[in-house]
């Protein structure tokens, strides 16, 4: 399974963003599929998951604020942020279980006036 992230960039406090991940090879094996974000000095958390039948869980920090959401026809994995705030600055990742875990090679976000 590969995993390929984009979306991200440099976006003002209280502004939005949509992250995108494709995947490809072996999809009909993927489970779960999950956003993760590293900060600069932080070790990597886990920001939402979703079930292939679409069950959600996300972490408080960004509960009301991020909505994760897949597309298991065209391979696709979401997530729709807003209400931007500078501590969600981190690159994020995308992941995917089969349930052994792939990694997409992450896209920045920056939040920032």
């Known amino acids: 399974v590969q995993l390929q992230a984009s979306g991200g960039g440099l976006v003002q406090p209280g502004g939005s963003l949509r992250l995108s991940c494709a995947a490809s090879?072996?999809?009909?094996?993927?489970?779960?599929m999950a956003w993760y974000r590293q900060a600069p000095g932080k070790e990597r958390e886990l920001v939402a998951i979703i079930t292939f039948g679409g069950t959600t869980t996300y972490r408080d920090s960004v509960k009301g604020r991020f909505t994760i959401s897949r597309d298991n026809a065209k391979n696709m994995l979401y997530l729709e942020m807003t209400s931007l705030k500078p501590e969600d600055t981190a690159i994020y990742y995308c992941?995917?279980?089969?349930?052994?875990?792939?990694w997409g090679q992450g896209t920045q976000v920056t939040v920032s006036s």
């Open positions: 992941s995917a279980d089969t349930p052994r875990r792939y």
């Open positions: 090879g072996r999809t009909s094996s993927i489970h779960v």
